[in-house]
């Protein structure tokens, strides 16, 4: 079986010319890389429809697996498994649109289109039965980022593109930047659950924050998470005159230069053999940056692994190393979203950015066998 060998980021008090300026650079920055098409070319999966089709059928098959899983599970997971669970849910609805607005479905087996067609509404049932328990077992951390779980947040359309290589790196840091609470509570700044009930009211601080260059692993992660949320919570403008007014560079170079920097640590991480400490952190780098239409996060060979470390007798994906001890002190925690073990020894965390990694997979090897 041939594979691809692995690859070496409006407010109303505005004066007028300013809400002019922002206006054009919302066009500007968003407009050349959002588009409802699936593409031709692939990246890293390349277009062999044999090949393709016997991986996109085991991906569409690991993904139902976890699903069920969460279903069989409702009652019982945390929030951070239903933002994952809304992922799977919000791409493959836009992945549906996209090929149907194209008149690709018909380009597709039959069967194909009905699993994925069925995969999504799987997802959306999961992420509807799920959310009145987490809101009665986590309330508060459910008024603070509830949000991150609404039907709908999940919905970012970027048209496929290829990393920018000119865009600023840096080298990897062991320690992470920021604690879960730190990120947490700068998106209640952007849902307004937090010290104002006003949405996306967003300080100096967590600006700073969230938009910083290097940082790796998690906090790395958090960053991209947390300018998604914004674009998608209705943030945008905010954003964009942050940017302005921090002299920084536009939102799609940002986008670059993170992804680009969580690729180099994909890379990494595949080149040192997928450490079981670090699955879990690869497999959230392409859900995160799949998003956004990075194709160098796709690889046959890097597909092969995620598929591996699935339980299907429980469509769950485990570590038996798991639970890492935390180190007291003042030296930051690991700013992975909160996991739990569930029966069998199955991780909420783990099985959810498999889940939405592997929704991303079936986009890209979608448009591979198109192309």
């Known amino acids: 079986m041939s594979v691809t060998e692995r690859p070496q980021t409006k407010p109303s008090w505005l004066a007028f010319p300013i809400v002019l300026v922002i206006t054009g650079l919302l066009s500007s920055l968003s407009c050349p890389v959002r588009a409802g098409k699936v593409s031709g070319d692939s990246g890293g999966l390349e277009p062999r429809k044999n090949v393709t ?10 993904v139902h697996g976890a699903l069920d899983f969460f279903q069989r599970n409702h009652q019982t997971v945390n929030l951070d498994a239903v933002i994952g669970t809304r992922m799977v849910e919000g791409s493959l609805k836009v992945l549906i649109a996209n090929l149907e607005q194209k008149h690709q479905t018909t380009l597709l087996p039959a069967d194909i289109m009905t699993d994925i067609r069925g995969l999504y509404q799987l997802s959306k049932q999961v992420s509807d039965d799920a959310e009145p328990n987490v809101s ?40 992470e930047a920021m604690a879960e609470k730190e990120s947490d509570d700068c998106l209640t700044e952007l849902f307004g659950t937090g010290k104002t009930d006003e949405k996306c009211v967003i300080s100096d601080k967590c600006w700073e924050r969230m938009t910083s260059f290097g940082y790796s692993q998690y906090s790395l992660s958090h960053e991209i998470f ?146």
């Open 226 to 371: 947390y300018l998604q949320i914004g674009e998608e919570a209705g943030c945008l403008a905010q954003m964009v005159w942050k940017i302005l007014m921090n002299e920084q560079p536009g939102l799609h170079v940002l986008q670059d230069t993170f992804c680009a920097n969580m690729l180099r640590e994909a890379v990494t991480i595949a080149e040192a053999d997928f450490p079981a400490t670090h699955q879990d952190l690869f497999m959230e780098q392409a859900a995160l940056c799949g998003f956004y239409g990075y194709k160098e996060f796709f690889y046959y060979n890097w597909l092969d692994m995620i598929l591996s470390w699935q339980d299907t007798a429980h469509g769950c994906f485990k570590w038996a190393g798991w639970p890492r001890q935390r180190i007291s002190g003042n030296v930051h925690h690991v700013t992975k979203r909160e996991e739990r073990r569930l029966d069998n020894g199955c991780l909420c965390h783990r099985t959810t950015v498999a889940a939405a990694a592997l929704a991303q997979y079936i986009r890209y090897l979608i448009e591979a066998y198109l192309a």
């Open 136 to 175: 009665r077992t986590q309330p508060k951390y459910y008024q603070r980022i509830g949000p991150t779980i609404q039907e709908g947040l999940w919905e970012l359309n970027y048209s496929s593109r290829r990393l920018s290589p000119s865009v600023a790196s840096w080298s990897y840091k062991a320690e």
């Open 53 to 62: 089709l016997a991986y996109l059928r085991r991906t569409v098959d690991a």
